[in-house]
């Protein structure tokens, strides 16, 4: 029998970032803290996430087939905590945040220090209770080169 | 059109760890310095590894379709320097380093502050250079707690 105390204390060691990813299908906009990422080819340039099924974001994802990655500086931990829940979005604002639209037309937020703005190409469903969702980046933008926020700053623990 | 620039330094923000992951079939046995990995579901536990699709960890994953994710500690930068390329072993030992069989027989570092061991769920070509391998994980151990390895402590880059 796998020793589950290990398996999540294990699990824990690996080092996440915390983003926020922004997603659109029509005029419905949301956003979710997303720390289950990583780059996962070169050429083309693809990103990979771990996305759990049930949710408002993973349905935009579906319908929309856009996101962006916000990456946030490591002293913007609040704005990742708005978005632990589904959040209120007006044209301009999303969870009180002013955005703008990327050339998908997907939110992208002022504040983050950088953003990578991708179309999905593949949603897998692994058997688990997140996808994989594998998106080619189209767009990307570099605000300022800050130290990243990751879980470890923040304290929060995503994963186990 | 994309600011390549821009795409590489944002790429560049999302935050990783280093591991070596160790693959075996039959009786071959390789491992690579490992830093697009992701835990990709809670129940079941399953991570995700962005594998480079030539080479022969890829080879050995693709047939023995079992690996271990070896979490080091952030002291431990040479270990994974060792796996920069294809290493040497012997039923002991691998580029020199000790190790055990798990419970799939895949190869774990003594040297290891943590490891994770999965068999291979899935292995999906995404059309990049490299392919996204999920794991289901049937087996971990945790022996100190340490802060780990990331790409920051090292200097080293894998992405953009």
Known sequence: MMDEKARRAALRKIPYGVT??????????????????SQCSFSPPMIMLGVKRAGLSYELLDQGRIFVLNVLGKDQA???E???????????????LAYSRG???APILKDAAAYVE????????????????????????????????????????YGG
């Open 78 to 80: 609040e704005i990742a």
């Open 20 to 37: 926020v990813v922004t997603v659109r299908a029509g005029d419905r906009v949301n956003g979710f803290a997303g720390s289950w990422v």
């Open 103 to 105: 050339v998908t037309g």
């Open 118 to 157: 991708c179309e999905v190409e593949r949603i897998f469903n692994i058997g688990g209770d997140h996808d994989v969702v594998v998106g080619r980046v189209v767009d990307a933008g570099f605000d300022r080169d800050e130290e990243p926020l990751t879980l470890a700053n923040t304290g929060w623990q």
């Open 82 to 96: 708005k978005f632990f829940h589904p959040v209120e979005y007006t044209d301009s604002q999303i969870a009180g």
